[in-house]
């Protein structure tokens, strides 16, 4: 059912961002139009890493600019 699949969905959007996060990495652009659902897999991917980076790195230690999608900003 769609409840079902929605908190499915939810999980699978929460586990991938932890791992992420584990492996110190900011996406920094999440919004709708970048989490994707891979039906066959009942998972989600996230898409447009073009703004992300490595937390811990030089680039993230000089981070003192806005970055992603206005009015999606995490930063």
């Not at 584990?22 to 709708?32: N, V």
């Not at 139009?33 to 030089?58: K, Y």
Request: charged share 15%; proline share 1%; glycine share 4%.
């Amino acid at each position: 059912n769609c409840f079902t699949l929605c908190l499915q969905a939810h999980a699978s959007y929460l586990k991938t961002v932890a791992e992420m996060h584990r492996r110190h990495i900011a996406h920094l652009d999440l919004k709708w139009a970048n989490i994707l659902w891979d039906p066959a897999a009942q998972s989600i991917v996230l898409a447009d890493f073009d703004v992300a980076m490595i937390l811990g790195s030089e680039s993230a230690s000089a981070f003192n600019y806005q970055v992603g999608t206005e009015g999606n900003r995490l930063l």
